[in-house]
Nanobody, 120 residues
Framework: QVQLAESGGGLVQPGGSLRLSCAAS????????MGWYRQAPGKQRELVAI??????????DYADSVKGRFTISRDFAKNTVYLQMNSLKPEDTAVYYC???????????WGQGTQVTVSS
């Protein structure tokens, strides 16, 4: 059974930082691309960051709105993907979801979401 356990959300002031974690179990971690999405009230879910591995090299890509502020990373020893969020803005407020997508079939899994609120 695949499980994605997210943590690290919360309330932070503008300009502050948070680090989200997503611990995966029930999958072979190296066979999945991993990403973070977010959904603000009244808006569609959007891609925030994605990390993929080809050979020994990790490649990351980001939404334009978070480039230079957010960093996605993964720890193969802990089966965990992270999203370091710096210089947070009120418009970053949303529920953040972890996603894993198989490189070998159509398997696609989502975490339960973690709330991030940026407010003074």
């Amino acid at each position: 059974q695949v499980q994605l356990a997210e943590s690290g959300g919360g309330l932070v002031q503008p300009g502050g930082s948070l680090r989200l974690s997503c611990a995966a179990s029930g999958i072979i971690f190296s066979r999945y691309d991993m990403g973070w999405y977010r959904q603000a009230p009244g808006k569609q879910r959007e891609l925030v960051a994605i990390i993929t591995r080809r050979g020994s090299i990790n490649y990351a890509d980001y939404a334009d709105s978070v480039k230079g502020r957010f960093t996605i990373s993964r720890d193969f020893a802990k089966n965990t993907v992270y999203l370091q969020m710096n210089s947070l803005k009120p418009e970053d407020t949303a529920v953040y979801y972890c996603n894993v997508r198989s490189l070998v079939d159509d398997a696609d899994y989502w975490g339960q979401g973690t709330q991030v609120t940026v407010s003074s």
